[in-house]
């Protein structure tokens, strides 16, 4: 969405909304400094798609938009993909902070965004062939096990 990052937070809010309560959503986020960095803060025009903000930096806002809703149940699709080392740091711990205490589903490739999660569901060829705890799985589903160890040795 074009804009600022201000209406970028707020979009389909039905309420009012204080500046205190953008920077704290920001902040839980993981995006309260660059933000604060930006010439013109909260009003800082991001383009369209966000394309003034970095992959890990359009994400995060997100994150805040999130926060800002406090959903009941929050779905995540790839999350964490196409972003560098030190971003996907960033959005995996405001995810984690997100996500506690709601139900959420999680779509993901990378172990990270999921190995704490209660339950994992194991996809193969579209067909669920294991579920349960990190552990659980890798134990129970010789896939999931080689997929684990795959990923860890990159």
Do not use: C
């Not at 383009?47 to 999130?66: D, H, P, T, V």
């Not at 779509?107 to 349960?132: C, E, K």
């Amino acid at each position: 969405m074009p804009g600022t990052i201000r209406e970028n937070l707020l979009y389909g809010l039905e309420r009012e909304v204080s500046d205190d309560e953008l920077w704290q959503a920001l902040d839980m986020a993981y995006a309260k400094n660059f933000v604060q960095e930006m010439d013109d803060q909260l009003d800082t025009q991001i383009g369209e798609r966000g394309i003034k903000l970095s992959g890990g930096q359009r994400q995060r806002i997100a994150i805040a938009r999130a926060f800002l809703r406090n959903p009941k149940i929050l779905m995540l699709d790839e999350a964490t993909a196409s972003l560098d080392s030190e971003s996907e740091a960033m959005v995996q711990k405001a995810l984690s902070s997100l996500m506690k205490d709601r139900t959420t589903l999680v779509i993901a490739h990378r172990l990270s965004t999921i190995v704490d999660a209660d339950t994992i569901y194991f996809i193969d060829h579209g067909t669920v062939s294991g579920s349960g705890k990190h552990e659980e799985l890798i134990k129970s589903t010789p896939l999931y096990a080689e997929y684990v160890k795959n990923q860890f040795k990159k």
